[in-house]
């Protein structure tokens, strides 16, 4: 694929991160069984979870698939910042749900993102964050430290707003 700002591509897929590169990875059990894994997994391949965590998604597809471009906006107005990715690799089932993000010409960093839900042989459904970023702009290297604790707390609110989509989803509709 041509037009990531990146040049190791699809290294979230698995093996070992590239090196150079800040690294993330944070989990978290949304809960256990088939119910939950398809509520979350749901959640995360229809940008669901990226919406009720606040950001704004604007894609040229209703769900994550590979070559699906996504602008994802932080903010209100003009202090919004503005983070073009294309999606690289998407996992459909039966036990892991999810997809990774690349970032393209104009994001505020350099790297990949995926956002993984799995079910164990025991059911319980875990949620991953993996990514490898460093600043592509100006603002974000005088940020310095400061971006990749932005990234680890936006992670975290990602699983505590995924496990709330995924267990309220997962229960069956309350009788009147």
């Given amino acids: 694929?041509?037009?990531f700002s990146y040049p190791e591509v699809g290294a979230t897929a698995g093996g070992p991160l590239p090196p150079g590169y800040n690294r993330l990875?944070?989990?978290?059990?949304l809960g256990h069984?088939?119910?939950?894994?398809?509520?979350?997994?749901?959640?995360?391949?229809?940008?669901?979870?990226?919406?009720?965590v606040?950001?704004?998604?604007?894609?040229?597809?209703?769900?994550?698939?590979?070559?699906?471009?996504?602008?994802?906006?932080?903010?209100?107005?003009?202090?919004?910042l503005h983070a073009p990715c294309r999606v690289v690799h998407?996992?459909?089932?039966?036990?892991?749900?999810g997809f990774a993000y690349g970032t393209l010409a104009g994001h505020?960093?350099?790297?990949?993102?995926s956002?993984?839900?799995?079910?164990?042989d025991d059911k319980t459904v875990?949620?991953?964050?993996?990514?490898?970023?460093?600043?592509?702009?100006?603002?974000?290297?005088?940020?310095?430290p400061v971006v990749p604790v932005a990234q680890q707390l936006y992670a975290r609110r990602c699983g505590h707003v995924l496990r709330q989509l995924a267990t309220l989803g997962a229960k069956p509709p309350r009788k009147p």
């Fill in 115 to 120: 956002f993984l839900v799995e079910m164990g």
């Fill in 1 to 3: 694929m041509t037009g």
């Fill in 25 to 29: 990875q944070h989990s978290i059990v």
């Fill in 54 to 80: 606040g950001v704004g998604i604007h894609a040229d597809a209703e769900r994550a698939a590979p070559g699906v471009t996504v602008e994802v906006t932080l903010g209100w107005g003009p202090l919004s």
């Fill in 126 to 144: 875990r949620f991953t964050v993996t990514a490898f970023s460093r600043p592509a702009r100006w603002f974000t290297r005088a940020a310095g």
């Fill in 33 to 52: 069984g088939r119910e939950v894994l398809e509520a979350a997994g749901e959640a995360v391949l229809s940008w669901r979870m990226h919406r009720a």
């Fill in 108 to 113: 505020p960093e350099r790297g990949e993102e």
């Fill in 90 to 97: 998407t996992a459909t089932g039966p036990d892991r749900f």
